[in-house]
């Protein structure tokens, strides 16, 4: 059961502009200092003085418990995009965490995760994957489609290289929809990778993205002979 | 550290009324939330702020159960932390909408 979101102050700490599409900011908390969620919850942060919330997945995992990550598209520009761009390190923000029930269902490690995401929809994978990496070390296989529209839009290249070399129960599958003709994986959507790959139907699914990839990559999933009840997903933009 | 769930500081009232006391008289549950269920993507951020207020129905969709089980800050709360804007919430004193601002 999902732990009971409090009201928490943190401070920025750390801003990376990973791309023109992708920044990762970092903030530590202030009070409390501790903060105890599960991998795939949420921040639900202040972003006006009118009431405004936006809603964030914690990137990192739960055992960084003085803080966390976030990972952000800069590019729809909206208002929680505005908001934490305009913050000086040092500032403070207002959340409610942790939130959300999007998190890994099984306990048994012996029952494979699949971890199927478009553009930021990725941010609560991550923090599962390494979540789950510590909790069962390489006996639970997971594999990670990332779904994005360029190759530079993609970020932690060597982070998920060296990952998956260290890890020989994780694979990982970036798709790029418009990738150049020598990209040497998969080209297109998540969905058409999904579709040429074997699936493994005693896995659970947990899925990620935009409303139409999620209802896509469920009937893709369904059609392959996945139960329904073991796909799970979050849409969140 | 606050607890948004527990909410105990506050009477419990059956609706929205004049408690008449020997000190003062305090108006509670002057708000009334009601869910778009068009909206609602089932991310639950009001049932963990407002539990005594909001549930999930059968097809995961958020649902008001009562309008008293929380405190009027803490059901403006979960209206402010639905993603989609679900929840709009109504003062019944004066009629206006508080959430989401029009």
Not at chain 1, 184 to 208: F, K, M, N, S
Not at chain 2, 26 to 44: D, F, L, P, Q
């Amino acid at each position: 059961m999902p732990n009971t979101p409090q009201v928490m102050t943190a401070k920025l700490s750390d801003r990376e502009v990973l791309n023109p599409k992708f920044t990762q900011f970092r903030f530590e908390l202030v009070k409390p200092n501790k903060i105890v969620f599960q991998a795939g919850q949420y921040v639900s942060m202040s972003v006006d003085p009118a009431g405004h919330r936006r809603s964030y997945s914690i990137l990192s995992s739960p055992d960084n418990d003085h803080g966390f990550e976030l990972f952000i598209d800069v590019e729809p520009h909206g208002m929680g995009v505005q908001f934490l761009e305009n913050l000086q390190f040092g500032d403070t923000v207002s959340v409610l965490a942790p939130m959300g029930q999007f998190v890994v269902k099984s306990t048994d490690p012996q029952v494979p995760l699949v971890f199927v995401a478009s553009g930021s929809g990725v941010v609560p994978f991550k923090s599962m994957l390494y979540d789950q990496l510590q909790k069962h070390g390489e006996t639970r296989r997971m594999s990670l489609y990332w779904g994005l529209r360029h190759e530079a839009d993609m970020c932690w290249t060597d982070d998920l290289k060296e990952l998956v070399a260290r890890h020989p129960n994780v694979t990982f599958h970036p798709v790029i929809s418009r990738a150049m003709p020598e990209w040497p994986l998969c080209h297109g959507r998540v969905t058409d990778c999904l579709t040429v790959h074997d699936v493994d139907v005693t896995a659970e699914y947990y899925v990620c993205g935009n409303q139409q990839m999620i209802l896509d990559t469920i009937s893709v999933l369904v059609a392959r002979g996945v139960p329904e009840s073991s796909i799970l997903y979050e849409k969140f933009y | 550290m606050t607890s948004l769930t527990n909410n105990t500081t506050k009477p419990a009232a059956q609706s929205p009324q004049m408690m008449t006391g020997a000190v003062n008289v305090k108006m509670i549950g002057k708000y009334k939330v009601v869910v778009e269920r068009s909206k609602c993507i089932s991310a639950a951020s009001c049932v963990a702020i407002a539990p005594q207020v909001f549930d999930l129905d059968e097809e995961n969709l958020a649902r008001v159960i009562s309008q008293d089980g929380n405190d009027d800050d803490t059901k403006l709360l979960a209206a402010q932390s639905c993603p989609t804007a679900a929840i709009i919430v109504t003062d019944t004193e004066t009629g206006d909408q508080v959430w989401p601002p029009k």
